[in-house]
């Protein structure tokens, strides 16, 4: 039979924080920096690199605003606002939402508001509807597009700007 003051008795060693380690010496022969170059933070521009977000085929995310992402890869199912320079739908990914993007290259499905500020690929399996601009395009054959579509040209500076009528 147990008895409740052993079953439920603290045992004092098992709560007991162990002793703190003393700090490590520094290598030998190495400089120990001071507190504040070890608080300098790195230079991001080195140390940056792609921003790459993949939503995953057995994923759905809804009500999202993606930024700060340089390539977003599509496999899975995402409703959301989006400003980046790649935009990639897998075949069987699914992008729902308002997209802003240099480069987007379409192989599953794309709904909404579209502006693409290079080029626009959609594939023989890619389907887009919605509002469309682009500022180049290639359309393969078999591909749906459909919806409000319209060509970006370069203004006098360079700027694109929307092109009118159709």
């Known amino acids: 039979m147990l008895q409740k003051d052993s079953l439920f008795r603290r045992n004092e060693s098992f709560f ?22 070890a608080a300098k933070p790195a230079d991001k521009t080195e140390d940056r690199k792609e921003a790459k977000l993949i939503v995953g085929p057995d994923i759905k995310m809804k009500g999202v605003e993606v930024t700060d992402c340089d390539t977003l890869v599509v496999e899975g199912r995402i409703e959301a606002t989006l400003d980046s320079r790649v935009l990639q739908i897998a075949q069987n990914g699914v992008f729902s939402g308002t997209v802003a993007v240099d480069t987007a290259e379409i192989h599953g499905r794309l709904e909404g508001d579209l502006t693409v500020r290079k080029q ?47």
Do not use: D, F, N
């Open 16 to 37: 007991r924080s162990p002793t703190p380690l003393p700090p490590a010496p520094p290598a030998a022969g190495a400089e120990a920096a001071t507190p504040v170059e």
């Open 120 to 166: 626009l690929i959609i594939h023989a399996t890619g389907k887009v509807s919605g509002k469309i601009r682009y500022a180049k395009i290639k359309v393969e054959e078999g591909a749906e597009l459909a919806g409000e579509i319209s060509m970006m040209e370069r203004g006098p500076q360079g700027v694109l700007v929307k092109r009118t009528g159709t």
